[in-house]
């Protein structure tokens, strides 16, 4: 059984910064593709970020230079480090894992198979 658990989110002023956690139990993280996601009241549910178990690393171009996507393996965790926040990356964050571990550059939440609670991030401005 696959479970994933987020912390970290907040509020914070326009600008500041965040560390999201997302914390892996039946999966694990170093054999594992894993994604960041969000979603915005009234919105779809959004590719944030992803790592594959080869540790490639993408990113949607709204969040490239201002989030980094990595894993600690022996804490079997992965992080979402968002710099430079703005407002419209207010939204509740999820982390997610495929059911094929060796998943590769996929964005669509629908591939994904197990996903965490979420952590509500709010930017101020």
């Known amino acids: 059984q696959v479970q994933l658990v987020e912390s970290g989110g907040g509020l914070v002023q326009a600008g500041g910064s965040l560390r999201l956690s997302c914390a892996a139990s039946?999966?694990?993280?170093?054999?594992?593709?894993m994604g960041w996601f969000r979603q915005a009241p009234g919105k779809q549910r959004e590719f944030v970020a992803g790592?594959?178990?080869?540790?490639?690393?993408y990113y949607a171009p709204s969040v490239k230079a201002r989030f980094t996507v990595s894993r600690d393996n022996l804490k079997n965790t992965v992080y979402l480090q968002m710099n430079s926040l703005k407002p419209e990356d207010t939204a509740v964050y999820y982390c997610?894992?495929?059911?094929?571990?060796?998943?590769?550059?996929?964005?669509?939440?629908?591939?994904?198979?197990?996903w965490g609670q979420g952590t509500q991030v709010t930017v101020s401005s």
């Open positions: 997610a894992a495929p059911k094929t571990p060796g998943l590769i550059g996929t964005t669509l939440p629908i591939r994904y198979d197990y």
């Open positions: 790592i594959s178990r080869s540790a490639s690393i």
């Open positions: 039946g999966r694990t993280v170093a054999s594992s593709a």
